[in-house]
């Protein structure tokens, strides 16, 4: 769990405890994910495109392996050889984003006709890829944004983030679904408005990062934030119980709540920080 001192941010140097800490939290919880996106970008692949999902065979495989490797380390574990976990992990995450892109290419030139991955599903996670890569880059090189980029550059991320969800959600729900249909327009909505609030935000930089506005800031984005994650919390639940209609992979429904529970534990990171003067 992301915890006061376990901060992503700060602007402090990172000390060595930190530093193997927070590298293996993130890749505990990207590496799942990436491996995750393998299985779904997988499932969406026709029978025929054999190379295609022999290649998300294998990343699924790395990833598996990555985690594995993350949960054997611990705390004490030598920080240089931290360091050099987070490098190959980081090439792992580049050659993932690299594979994401090109299946986004044979789609949108319609060489994959009949497979069912959206463009934008595959976009988001190309997009998350190559978050993963760069938060590894930023451990590797010790050099972290100040406190209110980082508010600001986060939340315009996992705003983005959780607009893309709702609107996969409502996509993949059975149109005859329509009071839940209309519960996912009703967030991809809302998020697509927080986004927008937070880019404005970003272009008042740097006179907008003070500290009422950030905290405001964080304060509506969490509102928001927790009504999404019960809401795929519940849309999870049903599915798995069988309750309701869609083509929505239960692994899928939960791997969406965990990336909301992620966006609101850096929330109350970021706000712990504000509120606690660490600035
Ligand atoms: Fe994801
Ligand atoms: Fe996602």
């Known amino acids: ?21 927070r590298s293996l939290n993130e890749i505990r919880f990207w590496a799942r994910i990436m491996k995750e996106h393998s299985l779904f970008l997988r499932l969406g692949f026709r029978a025929e495109d054999t190379q ?14 990555i985690e594995q490797t993350a949960h054997s380390f611990n705390n004490q574990t030598d920080p240089e050889h931290i360091r050099r976990f987070n490098s190959e992990v980081q090439q792992a995450a580049t050659n993932i984003f690299g594979f994401k892109r090109k299946v986004l290419g044979l789609i949108l030139t319609c060489k994959l006709p009949g497979a069912n991955n959206f463009p934008l599903l ?17 451990l590797n090189q010790g050099k972290l944004q100040s406190l209110p980029d980082a508010i600001i550059k986060e939340n315009v991320f996992f705003l983005r983030i959780m607009a893309d969800h709702a609107k996969f959600i409502g996509h993949l729900l059975d149109p005859s679904e329509r009071k839940l249909v209309d519960v996912a327009r009703n967030f991809s909505n809302d998020f697509d408005q927080l986004l927008y609030q937070a880019r404005d935000l970003e272009s008042m930089k740097p006179q907008s990062q003070t ?11 969490r509102v928001s934030v927790a009504s999404l994650r019960d809401f795929k919390k519940t849309a999870r639940d049903l599915i798995e119980q069988c309750k ?16 909301a529970d992620r966006f609101l534990e850096i929330i109350d990171m970021f706000d712990a920080h504000l509120t606690g003067g660490t600035r």
């Open 1 to 21: 769990m992301i915890g006061d001192d376990t901060s992503l941010h700060a602007d402090t140097g990172v000390t060595s405890g930190m530093f193997v800490e």
């Open 52 to 65: 295609l999902i022999q290649e998300a065979n294998q990343f699924y495989r790395l990833f598996e392996q």
């Open 122 to 138: 595959v976009d988001h996670t190309s997009r998350e890829a190559n978050y993963f890569r760069k938060r590894l880059v930023e």
């Open 211 to 221: 500290a009422p506005l950030l905290d405001q800031f964080l304060d509506q984005n």
């Open 244 to 259: 309701i209609k869609s083509i929505i992979h239960p692994l899928l429904a939960d791997h969406v709540f965990r990336e």
